[in-house]
């Protein structure tokens, strides 16, 4: 390549907004001037480095934004723990595929400690990594949010943009405090996102408790019934795990080392 079209180079590729082929063009084309590369292969090695990269980033941004507790992934979690779950049946969620194109949900029960944020977070993550856009909140940080939104009469468009989410994370419902306003932004959200988009919900308490969540039970049904609708329900019923592994933290250690 000569000096004249490299001295241009930088300036078209900034315009044209490809920073990856802007990086790595001099070394790619040295190689493919010693190795006899085709013009069609050094352009085509260029264009696949820039997509990687762009897709890279993008991952990053939505990693970024969708505000995952860190280090809680798929990798780290003991199975083993919560023998009521199959690993296979998490896997083929943790793919995506049809139930978030479905605005099919998930939800998990069980006592604190059961490992649900934990499990939530890790099946995140792995959306993520394929592309998709996840957003976590503790439930009541989201109820606070939109019962603001509320007051200020834009509660509409603050449901609906939480549309670009995928899959929206609400950790915790439990905690929800019994309050009418603050408890039906929670029914408009669910109401709002029913089979269209997913929803991921943790809760300590089964529905049978969900009567303290919501302020009237008909409410209260007509939320459930919207959840369940597609759903995919576990039931973690275990012991807490940071209970379970500081009683018995020298079998917890063996089992993590043979599961590892
Ligand atoms: P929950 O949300 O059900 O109250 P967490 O997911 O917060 O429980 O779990 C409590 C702590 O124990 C966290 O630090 C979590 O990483 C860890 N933990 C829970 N279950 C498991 C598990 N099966 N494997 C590894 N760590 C776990
Ligand atoms: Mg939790």
């Known amino acids: 390549m000569s000096c004249a079209y490299g001295a241009r180079l930088p300036t078209l590729l900034t315009a044209l907004r490809l920073p990856t082929i802007r990086n790595h063009w001099e070394t790619m084309s040295a190689q493919a001037d010693a190795e006899g590369w085709t013009g069609a292969r050094l352009l085509s090695v260029l264009a696949e480095l820039e997509l990687a990269e762009r897709s890279q980033r993008r991952i990053g941004r939505h990693l970024e934004q969708s ?12 199975f083993s723990a919560v023998p009521m779950l199959r690993r296979a049946h998490l896997e083929a969620l943790a793919s995506g595929d049809s139930w978030l194109a479905s605005g099919q949900n998930v939800l998990m029960f069980g ?45 509409p468009s603050a449901i609906e943009k939480l549309d670009k989410f995928d899959l929206l994370i609400l950790d915790d419902l439990s905690y929800v405090e019994k309050d009418q306003a603050e408890t039906s932004v929670l029914f408009e959200l669910i109401s709002a996102r029913y089979e269209r988009k997913s929803l991921l919900i943790t809760a300590n308490q089964p529905f049978g408790a969900w009567d303290r969540i919501f302020p009237d039970p008909s409410m ?23 209970r379970r592994s500081a009683v018995t933290r020298s079998q917890t250690a063996a089992k993590e080392v043979k599961a590892g």
């Not at 995952?68 to 979690?77: D, N, Q, R």
């Not at 993520?128 to 856009?133: A, C, K, T, V």
């Not at 019934?225 to 973690?236: G, N, P, Q, W």
């Open 67 to 78: 505000r995952l507790p860190a280090g809680k992934s798929f990798e780290s979690f003991d």
């Open 220 to 242: 209260t049904v007509a939320a459930i019934d919207r959840l369940v609708h597609h759903a995919t329900i576990f039931e973690m019923n275990v012991e807490s795990y940071r």
């Open 111 to 155: 006592p604190p400690g059961a490992g649900k944020t934990h499990l939530a977070a890790g099946l995140g993550r792995r959306l993520i990594d394929q592309g998709y856009r996840v957003f976590f909140t503790r439930t009541t940080d989201l109820v606070q949010r939109l019962q603001t939104a509320r007051r200020e009469l834009t509660l």
